[in-house]
């Protein structure tokens, strides 16, 4: 069965990519990945926050004033939380790269212009085959347009792609207000690839002990419905490569999102849930699909189910929505 794709200009054996995890910090672990047919890795995120700053400064900053107010201390991480120097995730690009032989894709996270951009270099130089860029930001601001929000994508995407010649990745949020006008715009700018989407933490108050709790909710195979959508809505309007993420499981799940258009998905809660042998199972779960339903190739399943064919795709959406609501039974509905 021929699974082979292409991502960004990656030639990858299968679409089968663990995105950015924990896992991926411990070099056995990828290894394992890899034996379990992983055709490549997205490494842990590098911040902004630990290039731009010194950890002794960045602690400065995240506990000043604190001591007028005992309980909101513990709203912010410790220092050792969250820094790991930059030159460590450096050396770890290297040894991940002598130590297999699947492409490595660098990832950094930050919100801003500046400084941090220019490590993009580094990873490059380091051996990454190609970047993700992260761009985690909650716009809490109310002064701050819209228009503004969508403009830094631009910049940093720009920035980035004039320091590096490897292939450049944008994992974005689903919460902009057109999400269509945004993709093509990165497209435009020169994205080779979106990850659609990014996994919002959202925090839980602890009301015990007056505490924040940024805990992480793993996803499940519902939450596949998100991105399964707009890869369907984008894959015939952008040149650009398409990652499917949040709410990958099962074969069925890469199977659906090869179909709505995407060119590679990325896992990561379930192999968090069950080891990185995990993904050997689903890769063979796909084959079994495939050859059942006689596909040659996954070539001929990818696309099959996006809106291509439909004339007017805004009337389609309002028409599944009316048909979704009309249809809905509750069980408890005498």
């Not at 930050?110 to 990873?123: A, E, L």
């Not at 659609?196 to 108050?205: C, E, G, K, T, V």
């Not at 990325?266 to 199972?281: D, S, T, V």
């Not at 059942?292 to 099959?304: F, P, Q, T």
């Amino acid at each position: 069965m021929d699974l082979t794709t292409n991502y960004m200009g990656l030639k990858l054996k299968n679409p089968l990519v663990p995105s950015a995890s924990p896992l991926s910090k411990d070099l056995d672990n990828i290894k394992k990945l890899e034996d379990a047919g992983a055709s490549a890795i997205v490494l842990y995120s590098l911040f902004e926050e630990q290039i731009s700053f010194e950890a002794e400064e960045m602690d400065y900053f995240l506990t000043h004033g604190t001591e007028s107010y005992a309980e909101a201390l513990s709203y912010f991480p410790q220092s050792d939380d969250y820094y790991r120097g930059p030159e460590e995730y450096l050396e770890h690009i290297q040894k991940v790269k002598k130590e297999t032989n699947i492409p490595v894709i660098a990832s950094l996270n930050g919100v801003s212009t500046g400084g941090w951009i220019d490590y993009s270099k580094k990873m490059e130089q380091a051996g990454a085959d190609a970047l993700e860029l992260n761009v985690y930001f909650l716009a809490t601001d109310p002064t701050i347009e819209s228009r503004q929000i969508e403009n830094q994508y631009n910049i940093i995407l720009k920035a980035v792609k004039t320091n590096v010649k490897i292939p450049v990745a944008m994992k974005l949020s689903p919460y902009f207000s057109s999400m269509t006008k945004m993709a093509m715009e990165l497209d435009e700018a020169g994205a080779d690839a979106l990850v659609l989407f990014n996994r919002f933490y959202q925090p839980d108050l602890d009301m015990e002990e007056l505490d924040v709790k940024p805990g992480v909710i793993l996803s499940n195979s519902d939450d596949l419905r998100l991105p399964l959508r707009w890869i369907a809505i984008l894959s015939d309007k952008i040149k650009a490569s398409l990652a499917g993420t949040t709410g990958v499981h099962t074969a069925l799940d890469v199977i659906k999102m090869i179909a709505a258009g995407a060119d590679v998905t990325q896992m990561c809660a379930a192999l968090l849930k069950n080891g990185p042998e995990y993904l050997g199972k689903v890769l063979r779960d796909l084959n079994n699909w495939l050859e059942e339903k006689e596909y040659a190739s996954l070539d001929i399943l990818r696309g099959s189910m996006n809106q291509k064919a439909v004339k007017n795709p805004a009337s389609f959406e309002r028409a599944n929505y009316m048909k979704a609501l009309n249809q809905f039974k509750n069980e408890y509905t005498l």
